[in-house]
C-alpha cells in the first residue's frame, strides 16, 4: 500500500514558476515509476510526466517538454515536479501516481495503482 501527498499549488503569474511535491508513505516508494498527471475542469486526466523507479527515463507529454522536469528522492520518498514559463493552460489540478509498470508504458493513466488527492495550480494571464 502506497499512499501519497501532494503540495506546493497555488495560484502563479503566466512565464511564473511552482515546484511541486508527491510524499509517499511505506517503504516501497522505489519499487514503483511515479507519474504526474493534470485534470482541468471539464476535460479528463492528461498525463503531464513519469520517471522510472530508479529515477532515470523521465518522459514528458509534448505540452510540457522544455517547460517541466520530473525528479524524485528515493531515500526522501518524494517525488517533485519542477514547472517553468507557466502558462494559462496548465492551470488545473496535479495529481501524483504510483504504477508498477515501467516508463513508457506508466504515461497511461489506466496503469497507476495509487493516486494522490491532487494540489490546484493555477497560472493568471
Known amino acids: 500500500q502506497v499512499q501519497l501527498v501532494e503540495s506546493g499549488g497555488g495560484l502563479v503569474q503566466a512565464g511564473g514558476s511552482l515546484r511541486l511535491s508527491c510524499a509517499a508513505s511505506?517503504?516501497?516508494?522505489?519499487?514503483?515509476?511515479m507519474g504526474w498527471f493534470r485534470q482541468a475542469p471539464g476535460k479528463e486526466r492528461e498525463f503531464v510526466a513519469t520517471?522510472?523507479?530508479?529515477?532515470?527515463?523521465?518522459y514528458y507529454a509534448d505540452s510540457v517538454k522544455g517547460r517541466f522536469t520530473i525528479s524524485r528522492d528515493n531515500a526522501k520518498s518524494t517525488l517533485y515536479l519542477q514547472m517553468n514559463s507557466l502558462k494559462p493552460e496548465d492551470t488545473a489540478v496535479y495529481y501524483c501516481?504510483?504504477?508498477?509498470?515501467?516508463?513508457?508504458?506508466?504515461?497511461?493513466?489506466?496503469?497507476?495503482?495509487?493516486w494522490g488527492q491532487g494540489t490546484q495550480v493555477t497560472v493568471s494571464s
Open positions: 501516481g504510483a504504477s508498477r509498470f515501467p516508463v513508457p508504458m506508466s504515461f497511461e493513466r489506466g496503469k497507476y495503482d495509487y
Open positions: 511505506g517503504r516501497t516508494f522505489s519499487r514503483y515509476s
Open positions: 520517471i522510472n523507479s530508479g529515477g532515470g527515463s523521465p
